[in-house]
């Protein structure tokens, strides 16, 4: 069975923004009456929805986070985006070359990607297929977003492959019944990332973008041989 749907992931797979990501979250968190280290939040957050990161800390907290953090956030985020973000190396040249149809599974809201993916010239070459976990009832690790993604992009889960680089994300796909590949290529992943992606049931890993044709290929002569 061939793989006809590689569904990216978008903060570290397509962009490389958790660290600034993490950085300014915490810092506006921190302002607002909840303080903690970006290393913090790439620890409990990283690949999970807002939503899902609001109550947690709502429910900490016992209180509402106020109405000027979103606002807060979200103006610091975007212009951290627009002033330092770049594309993951090798990802433009990938998209040149893979013979797959191609879609974006984000837990990150549409307007983020309108600005991260616009930033570094992906959001053209992915748009209109970019699915944001806003579009369905339960976010990452659910299956939702991917099963979401592969029925408008008219594919079976069984010949889609996803690319992630959070244990939310891998363990989403494999509930999708979908093959995933963890990717640890992001500034963000420090040593031990690849083994951690391994254990939460990534297919296999890998760091380097430029491989990712040939290792969708890979799963493709596996399933024809084995
Ligand atoms: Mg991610």
Redesign the pocket.
């Known amino acids: 069975m061939s793989i006809d749907l590689i569904i990216f992931?978008?903060?570290?797979?397509l962009v490389d923004s958790?660290v600034i990501s993490c950085r300014a979250h915490a810092d506006v968190l921190t302002r607002h009456g909840y303080p903690i280290t970006p290393e913090q939040v790439s620890e409990r957050f990283?690949?999970r929805s807002t939503k899902q990161a609001n109550l947690e800390i709502e429910t900490e907290l016992g209180r509402k986070l106020p109405e000027a953090y979103h606002g807060d956030l979200q103006d610091q985020l975007f212009r951290a985006f627009e002033a330092d973000l770049e594309a993951i190396r090798g990802i433009h040249d990938v998209l040149d070359v893979v013979t797959q149809r191609v879609c974006v599974a984000?837990?990150g809201s549409h307007q983020r990607m309108q600005v991260s993916l616009g930033s570094t010239g992906l959001y053209e070459r992915l748009a209109p297929n970019i699915f944001s976990s806003s579009q369905v009832t339960n976010g990452k690790p659910a299956p939702d977003l991917f099963l979401f993604a592969a029925r408008e992009m008219g594919v079976p889960p069984k010949r889609c492959v996803v690319i992630?680089?959070?244990l939310a994300?891998i363990a989403g796909a494999r509930a999708a019944g979908m093959k995933v590949f963890g990717f640890f290529g992001?500034s963000h992943c420090g040593a031990g990332h690849a083994e951690t992606l391994r254990r939460a049931g990534a297919d296999l890993t890998f760091s380097d973008m430029h491989q990712l044709p040939e290792l969708v290929r890979g799963v493709t002569a596996d399933v024809l041989t084995g």
């Open positions: 992931d978008c903060d570290g797979v958790e990283l690949g984000s837990s992630e680089d959070s994300g992001g």
